[in-house]
């Protein structure tokens, strides 16, 4: 038996070799990405399996490529064994499962590169920086994403309510996951949003092996937030248990006359055999039984500044080297964009900070926060702290952060003045050049602190002059 492995949605990569439906079949089964798929090509001798997935012989499609080739493709019959379980359950309700949790007031905590997260469950989120520096006192900025505003343990109404409805759930990691949702409100004022209060949706996931841990939080529209919390007590209820996705078998026989696997799908596996092996010295005739034009239609180069990236199967390594990679940075070219939520961040170097959302049905909503003007810059840094520096073991004091003032952003309808921003760049160690961390603070109204951290900051920051200006380090 031959087997191609394929994605979550494998028929569709399967209709893009064999193309078209003869008779006698069935028509194909509404995809869906939660479930994964393996397309099989066994010989002729050949019984399907009596455990596991259930096959039946009448359920299968007929299938033609391009070439005329035929395939019968055996379908699984995908049902959820766990139904006769969720249906006869009689115990404790999601909410009465989490009640010790909420009567401990247990506090969950999860650290960033900037803030540090509190989850105090049943109570409030936190989200706050604390700030220390030389010879001051300890500086705490703090905002509450949401406080309970009625008690969450179990009411047999509301119990009674959730059973009835379906269970609503997340992709987690690739894999949609039931959740019981807990909201709060009545969070610190947001100046974007008319100074309404932060609001979050705290969404508990059955997890076998944890602790109450933060998955994630995350921004998801302006100042209202979804924290994910894994906690094994839900783990009783058969509808929040976790279950691992079974990869389920189509079977694809050839008909007489037709090769045992697609003669296209044959080629192209011999391309991606040759691209794993990049620094292998490729045979004349192995050059001239690949056909470049279809190579070059399926692999296409992706650039990065004005340099492109060499395709390996589907990992790009970059041409750039680090000296290129910095010139292209210091001179704006190459740009780092992040951000987790509603907003997403782009930072070009000498040029500007933009805040941006990007919209499938109105587009890109994009401002200004900040433009660069090295003049306006020194003037800031006469009065402000350009370079920070930090005493390493060895006793040798080496730069630690490096910040720059962007200002003539975009006016700001709270303060009528032009947005502003201060960028901090940070060295941020990862055997990727390409990582990057940039996330944004507010402080004050349209009044920004902007932290970049990235491993090509790292070989830059100790060329920062007086004014922190950087250059390329010889």
């Not at 893009?16 to 995809?31: D, E, I, N, S, T």
């Not at 190579?295 to 990236?309: D, M, N, R, T």
């Not at 009528?416 to 050049?433: A, G, Y």
Request: charged share 25%.
């Amino acid at each position: 038996m031959r087997r191609c492995p394929l994605g979550p949605a494998a028929l569709l990569l399967l209709g893009g070799v064999l193309a078209g439906v003869g008779g006698g079949g069935r028509a194909l089964p509404q995809l869906s990405d939660d479930i994964p798929f393996r397309v099989n090509w066994p010989g002729t001798d050949f019984s399907l399996p009596t455990t596991g997935v259930l096959y039946k012989e009448d359920n299968y499609i007929i299938m033609t490529t391009v070439d005329k080739e035929k395939y019968k493709c055996i379908l699984p019959l995908i049902a959820n064994g766990d139904e006769e379980e969720e249906k006869d359950y009689k115990g404790p309700s999601p909410g009465e499962l989490l009640e010790p949790l909420f009567k401990q007031s247990s506090c969950s905590y999860r650290i960033e590169s900037y803030w540090t997260y509190e989850v105090c469950h049943g109570k409030y989120i936190r989200q706050y920086h604390e700030e220390k520096e030389t010879g001051q006192k300890i500086n705490i900025q703090e905002y509450y994403l949401g406080n309970m505003l009625k008690s969450p343990l179990s009411d047999p109404d509301q119990d009674e309510k959730e059973n009835l409805k379906e269970i609503p759930t997340k992709n987690i990691e690739g894999q949609m996951t039931p959740y019981y949702p807990v909201g709060m409100g009545n969070g610190s004022p947001c100046t974007l949003r008319q100074n309404l209060p932060r609001s979050s949706t705290v969404m508990y996931i059955c997890h076998p092996e944890a602790k109450h841990e933060i998955l994630s939080v995350a921004e998801v529209t302006t100042c209202e937030y979804e924290v994910v919390i894994l906690t094994p007590l839900l783990c009783n209820h058969p509808k929040y248990r976790f279950r691992a996705s079974p990869v389920n078998d189509i079977f694809c026989q050839s008909l007489p006359g037709s090769p045992l696997k697609p003669h296209n799908l044959e080629q192209l596996e011999q391309q991606q055999e040759m691209l794993k092996m990049p620094f292998r010295r490729v045979k004349e005739e192995e050059m001239h039984s690949t056909k470049e034009e279809k190579f070059s239609s399926i692999h296409k180069p992706v650039a990065v500044g004005s340099q492109q990236l060499l395709t390996v199967g589907t990992t790009h390594i970059s041409k750039l080297t680090d000296d290129q990679l910095i010139k292209e940075f210091l001179s704006g070219s190459y740009c780092f964009h992040g951000g987790v939520g509603w907003w997403k961040y782009e930072f070009c170097y000498g040029k500007h900070v933009h805040q941006y959302h990007e919209d499938k049905e109105n587009g890109k909503t994009s401002i200004v926060v900040g433009t660069w003007h090295k003049e306006e810059h020194i003037e800031w840094a006469k009065k402000n702290v350009a370079r920070a520096y930090h005493l390493r073991e060895d006793g040798i004091q080496t730069v630690r952060v490096v910040s720059h003032f962007y200002g003539n952003g975009d006016v700001c309808d709270l303060t009528d003045k032009p947005r502003q921003v201060t960028v901090k760049l940070k060295c941020k160690e990862s055997d990727s050049p390409h990582a990057v961390t940039v996330y944004m603070l507010e402080p004050h109204s349209c009044q920004y602190i902007l932290g970049v951290e990235s491993p090509v900051i790292c070989k830059i920051l100790d060329t920062a002059d007086e004014n922190g200006l950087l250059s390329v380090p010889n």
